[in-house]
């Protein structure tokens, strides 16, 4: 089975673009989360889709946005970039809401300048 | 969720078996104790999942103790390519949104 897959892998933007980012999940997955690592703040949960309904939000902006279609896949949008949002963006599948057990994706590394 | 405490880091040789433990001493009756994985600029792996006594997989073992406020993540004969950062998270099943991941222990192996 083909692990998670994000695209892009590397991003370069400039401060008050807006950015977008996918994840296609494992097939038969029908849970995706995003969440943000930098190494000041470690790993942060953004926020998580089942079904195409998110389920649960981080404490993040409402820049940082997502959405959910049909066939799992998932993409979340971060509007008017700020230098801070420079960090690895992960994505992780789980076949059910919420499990432990989850598989992350290789991540797509955005550099805001 | 229960806060937990891992050393920043740690050295072994390759061969070697190493444990890492996690300290959680406000552990709730409901949580699990979760091990990911994570090598630089990739995302965290699953390594291994216990709520009590001992687990053992293809990769590792969770050694959990009766009171169930520590835990020790058990590598056997390291090689080169363990050498990552290593996160012990606690916390209810279908909860995982909610974890914090924190610095982890950085794992170094050498030759």
């Known amino acids: 089975k083909a692990g998670v897959t994000q695209t892009p892998r590397y991003l370069i933007k400039t401060r008050g673009q807006q950015v977008t980012l996918s994840c296609s999940p494992i097939s038969g997955h029908r849970s995706v989360s995003w969440y943000q690592q930098t190494p000041g703040q470690g790993l942060q949960f953004l926020f998580e889709y089942f079904s195409e309904t998110q389920r649960n939000k981080g404490n993040f902006p409402g820049r940082f946005s997502g959405r959910q279609f049909s066939n799992s896949r998932s993409e979340m949008n971060v509007s008017t970039l700020e230098l801070g949002d420079s960090a690895l963006y992960l994505c992780a599948s789980s076949p059910e809401a919420g499990v432990n057990e989850q598989y992350f994706g290789p991540g797509t590394r955005l550099t805001v300048t | 969720l229960a806060k937990t405490t891992q050393p920043i880091s740690m050295d072994s040789y390759e061969g070697q078996e190493v444990n890492i433990t996690c300290s959680h001493n406000?552990?709730?009756?409901?949580?699990?104790i979760t091990w990911y994985q994570q090598f630089p600029s990739q995302g965290p792996r699953f390594i291994i999942q216990g709520y009590k006594t001992k687990v053992t997989n293809e990769v590792a073992s969770l050694f959990i103790p009766a009171d169930r406020k520590s835990s020790t993540l058990s590598l056997p004969r390291v090689s080169l390519s363990d050498t990552a950062v290593y996160y012990c998270l606690v916390g209810p099943m279908y909860n995982f949104n909610k974890f914090y991941f924190g610095s982890g222990t950085k794992l170094n192996v050498k030759p």
């Open positions: 406000n552990i709730a009756t409901n949580d699990y």
